[in-house]
């Protein structure tokens, strides 16, 4: 940014340095400067002789006949910082007994002892900006990787959305294949065929209140540590017990059969606690998923409060529900091994142990099979759906952090940042955990909306707002929490290095003319 | 700082109430009313005109120094003994207390500068009737009524002043309890013991043996009566949850005091309140007694965190004061015979030369110790300051960096923020000199302590804020978290220097660190303590630039009565109910020697306060407590800052932005200038609201903070120069108009607008959204000149000015010169050898006539003449500059850079003549449409004698 400046000093040569211009006149404006000539005010107001520029007293409305001294109250000196940058402090600085200027220049009748640490400086940041420059070039290099892994995970994903619609399309025919199959060999059993329809439709109600169950399950288990805590529970108010407003610790605890987080195998138990109370965060925070006209059958926020109330009364063959359902078997298929163990077929088996669901032949089982893939599909489909609506940025290089999560440990708190969804604090030693904001939105200024992030409605503070937090993105190799702080009561501050955030550097042979000379 | 917070609520019983009730107003039902306070209940039932005294003439001593007489209640016969001082400087007090009370009465230590000299009284007649004493030369006389007891002061004809003029001098004797075991044994011996006594006793009383021998029947009388008089909440009272056991049973005492010819009364801080008192007929008293009111409420007569028993009465002839000096709970009754008048009835009056003169009635009420009152005659507003400074010592003269702005928050989170802040105002180019730290600095609330994480390196960050010629305030309550872990927990209780509860074990208390003990302050040799802690060595990670903040100093105990220390409580021999008012006064004393002794007693301290009593001004700082961020709350920082300077304590100020919730910008903004012109200029936030660092607010507004900041700094030359003479002489540094223009009703009662000094008329924008103000600028012949745009206006006139976001009205008085620095730097430090620049005023006379005082600004140096204090003086067209002080000795390296002179006409040509006999001209540059002269780079040595001649 100072290559102008040099060459300039270049061109006039070593002896350039030695020019002779009032003390705190940069280079550039020392024309105006003329010695023993009147001297006209930078501003042009007036003109003065040129004995009283720099004469300790302001004689200009602007400052500019005393560059040199304390004396305008809006002055500027200029110092050279040979071997770091030149700058402009306040007039006010000259001679006030403290070093601003790395050159010494500012203090030069304060008897303040400075020492020169331009050299010093520059050398440090040369360093620095190499250093930096180095992270930027790999950085970059990372983010042109996960450009691309971005554009393939984006393209797959719309396969699989095609997919799936395929799918759809043909296992419902299937489905409705069978039925009339069915139906027809089974006519003359009547008798049983009822009873077999009615234990179907019990087993596809169960189904879907497991199904209901594992989404809840997923959408609780905020951290995807594979369970249900107190705190993950505290952040669903609505399940207050006794209704008085606060939905306390140990009433959460109360509902978690008094452990301090349960994982899906005990949650089934707590699951008919809080079936009826529970509201589903999506719908709570009325997210509407722009695609849902696309694909009606995944209109969620509406669908699943009405699914709600008429729960008992629901045509067991309507598809469109159960789409949410049986997430827990689809991130078996999704996640793979790590993911909670427990499946369906599991629960299915424990309760036939129990002798509660009757026994059913094998068409209907085959049935059973093929919904269950249906909505395997659906569900793909739908957390797709998801995922895609999502901004990860222009070129979707902040993709890859969905899903993720991110730890920061403190003296006093672990933080965790969980891109696009959200941040939450835990005391380092026990205690429960609180949310500090879920995704709002990108809050860069303008010109780089992709370099803040902000996390919004988090836990209330008591007589003060809900907690949020602004995520600052710096360019970085690694994907790391650096730093977190709460400038203002529940007002927090997160500083995040990825690479996505990376600029393409410049050249470094530009950025670095040769120093040394100076 | 908070009071009874947010984060402590939760866990209190009461919490739910503040809870539920969801607004800002200040939970009323925390706090006793003059109803649901016994004594003062039982005191206010007194009827007047009933007064059951008597003087005892034949009982009267006049000696050199003093007057005694015994006075009886014709009702129990029990006598008090009454005695009568001349001081010096036109003061008389009036002691009275029990002639031969059960136990001592306390009597209030440590307020008082010396024992105050006396003069002699001379007795002019005597009668039957009464007494007539002379109080020295200007026909000043007091006279002593026997039957009833009253004194009246007069001057002349006029009376002045008179006491239990209306009956309700009223003294609770300390008795036995009657309905106890205990009574009945030690009453039966005691009249055994009585009749033993009597057999031995000396000569020492005969004429009253032989008057209560002589009248058994009154004496039987007397029994039934008090028997009959005991009353709910004599020997116990309850509030809410809370009991005072009350061992030692009533011990009110209550005094009434008439003001003939006074209209206006001031004054009895601190209250939430306009400047002028009103009256109480219709509501509560006004209340003193030191409490930690949480979101407190405006405009109402509720105590405050601080107590000043001194009240002022003026009219437009005389100035007088009344200094209760008593530091229970106390509260103040106020009526006027013409309160209720209305105008038209007053004009009425005055057409129809109407009978009655105007008079107020003052009652004071106290709920212990003895009657103990000093009247202060003036005549001028000035005569009562110096009378009161007399008695209680003048404002401590602060360091000159604690005059510039404070930047505060509750809290600074850790070092990196501290050092983010600093770096902050450099950036935005404004100036600061204190960074502070509120509790959360400490390792959990034990204080003198840093938390090890966010504090780790305090020295460190002291010595990066020593490089900007900066400093720091870190907080020091006097609630010590109850720890064995603690060290100074465990040296308070190994001292036994904790106040004791009434079972005589330590008093523990609620408040930041949870349980807390509370030192005992009263004690000597715990404040000599104290204050060693505040050592180098002791206080670990202290620096020279760190200084002291003394919050909940009530004190305040959020379990407590009224959120303070049960009465019952005990320091030694005496109650916490008689010490109470006193306690925050040495918390701050013991604090600011801690700070004068750690520096062998050169330095000067800084230590703020929020409870305080009289003389509180000798040790500090005080500012308005727990305020909030909204207009009112703006506005009535300037008549509690008023009413705080009236009685001794010039260094007051208000949260700027406002403490609890979360200020406008426009707000924000104007209390920026609002504070930039108040003595004590601190911004100050809640932890629960979001940041507000000058910079904060879009560029716009980060200007006309950086603006009213600068303001301050360019006139810190002017404010040190009050404070130095404050401190000389006790006058306030902030002053309603009427100390200045005491013959001009119109100033009576006004509190949006005040002076500094007597020079600066300050009329801030307290109004939102305003587009001007009306300012009334006193004096008939003179004129005021707008320090912004020099253009001048006549006295006696209501002005009307219109304002933008960036006005803030100030005038300069014609007839002054006011010294600034206009080279505004990073801190008020890095400024002290900057030039100054002089604005001469000029009065219709043309004259003008100033003072410029320096010295190094702190140390205490100044005490061994290490300062030049000069006065600067325009007539006959000649500036000049000579010592006032001719024994100082002390030298800078400032000059003057330019003298700027208002109302001037054009010379043609100005010479400037130095101590050496040089002369040389000095150029200039004259405005003729403002007429403004300005004199270009005299550039003579500020320490030095001088002359400017215009020709």
Known sequence: MYCPYLLLLLSLGVSAVEVQRPRGVPLSKRQFYEEGKPFTCLDGSRTIPFDRVNDDYCDCQDGSDEPGTAACPNGSFHCTNAGFRPAFIPSSRINDGICDCCDTTDEYNS?????????????????????????????????????????????????????????????????????????????????????????WEAVIRKEKDMAKMAAVFLELDADAD???????????????????????????????????????????????????????????????????????????????????????????????????????SIRLVLDGPGSPPTTRTQEKKDDEDEGTMPPYDQETQNLIDRMTTFFCFLFVHRNIEKEISFDFGPSAEFGYLYNQCYELTTSEYI???????????????????????????????????????????????WQGPNRSTTVKLTCGKETVVTSTSEPSRCEYLMEFTTPAVCQEPPSLDSMHPDHEEL | MATFTERMAPVLAFWLVLCLSGTWAVDRGNFKTCDQSAFCKRQRALKPGESPYRALLETMELTNTRLTLQLINDNNKVRLLLELYRLQGNITRVKINELKPLKPRYEVPDVLIREPPTEPLSLLSQDDNGVVLSLGAESQRVIVSARPFRLDIMEGRDVLMSLNSRGLLAFEHLRMRKDTFSYKVTSTVASVWDNIKRVFSSQADPEAEKKEEGDPENQAETGKEEEEKVEDGMWEETFKSHSDSKPHGPSAISLDFSLPGVEHVYGIPEHADTLRLKTTDNGDPYRLYNLDVFQYELYNPMALYGAVPVMLAHNAKRTTGIFWLNAAETWVDISSNTAGKTVFGKMLDYVQGSSETPQTDVRWISESGIIDVFIMLGPTPKDVFSQYASLTGTQAFPPLAALAYHQCRWNYNDQEDVQSVDAGFDEHDIPYDFIWLDIEHTDGKRYFTWDPHKFATPKEMLQGIMDKKRKMVAIVDPHIKVDSNYKIHNE????????????????????????????????????????????????????????TWNDMNEPSVFNGPEVTMHKDATHGAWEHRDVHNLYGLYVQMATADGQIQRSGGVERPFVLTRAFFAGSQRYGAVWTGDNAAEWDHLKISIPMCLSLGLVGISFCGADVGGFFKSPSTELLVRWYQTGAYQPFFRAHAHLDTPRREPWLFGPENTALIRDAVRQRYTL????????????????????????????????????????????????????????????????????????????????????????????????????????????????????????????????????AEGEIYIDDGHTFNYEKQEFIHRRLMFANNVLSSVNLNPEARFTTRSWIERVVILGASKPSKVTLKTADGQESTVDFDFDASMSVLTLRKPGMNAGEDWTVKLQ
């Open chain 1, 415 to 461: 933080y965790r940042l969980c891109p696009f969804s959200r941040v939450s604090q835990k005391p380092k030693y026990g205690g429960s955990e609180t949310s500090l904001g879920t995704w709002g939105k990108w809050a860069g200024p303008d010109d780089n909306v992709y370099s803040v992030m902000k996390y919004e409605h988090g836990t209330g503070c």
């Open chain 2, 492 to 547: 308070i209780r190994s001292r036994g220097f904790y106040i004791k509860n009434k079972d005589g074990g330590d008093y523990e208390g609620w408040c930041w660190p949870g349980s807390a003990g509370y030192p005992d302050f009263t004690r000597p040799d715990m404040r000599a303590w104290w204050a060693s802690m505040f050592a180098y060595d002791q206080y670990e990670g202290s620096m020279e630039n760190l200084y």
């Open chain 1, 226 to 328: 594979g369970s249900v805590s107190v705190a993950e529970l505290l952040l669903h108010s609505e399940l207050d017990q006794d209704s008085d407003g606060t939905f306390t610790e140990t009433e959460a605890q109360g509902l978690l059969g008094g452990v301090d987080k349960v994982d899906t195998v005990a949650f089934e138990a707590v699951w008919s606690n809080i079936k009826d109370k529970y509201i589903s965060e999506e719908t709570r925070e009325s997210v509407s998923d722009t695609d849902s006209e696309q694909y009606p059958e995944d209109d969620i926020p509406e669908d699943e409060e009405e699914e709600d109330e008429d729960d008992e009364d629901e045509d067991p063959d309507d598809g469109e529900y159960k789409v949410t359902s049986l997430s827990f």
């Open chain 2, 716 to 847: 810190l030359p002017y404010w040190y120069q009050q404070f130095y003479l404050a401190y000389h002489t006790g006058q306030p540094v902030m002053r309603p108009l009427w100390v200045e223009y005491p013959q001009d009703p119109a100033t009576f009662a006004l509190d949006d607008e005040f002076l500094i000094g007597r020079d600066l008329l300050v009329h801030p924008v307290t109004e939102e959204g305003a587009r001007g103000v009306t300012a009334y600028l006193p004096g008939k012949d003179e004129v005021w000149f707008d320090v912004n745009t020099f253009q001048k206006h006549n006295g006696a006139q209501n002005l009307y000015i219109p304002v933008t976001m960036s006005s803030i009205p100030v005038f300069q008085r014609g007839g002054s010169i006011i010294p600034r620095k206009l080279r505004v730097r990073r801190s008020s430090s890095c400024m002290e050898h900057d030039p100054y620049t002089l604005y001469v005023a000029l009065n219709p006379q043309r004259t």
């Open chain 1, 111 to 199: 008897g303040a002892a400075c020492q020169n640490t331009c050299r010093e400086l520059g050398r440090k940041e040369r360093e620095s900006l190499q250093k930096m420059a180095e992270i930027a070039k790999e950085g970059f290099m990372l983010k042109q990787q996960l450009i691309q892994e971005a554009k393939r995970g984006l393209e797959e994903k719309k396969g699989k959305l095609a997919e799936v619609q395929t799918s759809k399309k043909d296992l419902e025919d299937k489905v409705e294949a069978l039925r009339s199959v069915k139906e027809a060999a089974e006519q003359p059993e009547k008798e049983a065929k009822e009873r077999h329809l009615k234990a």
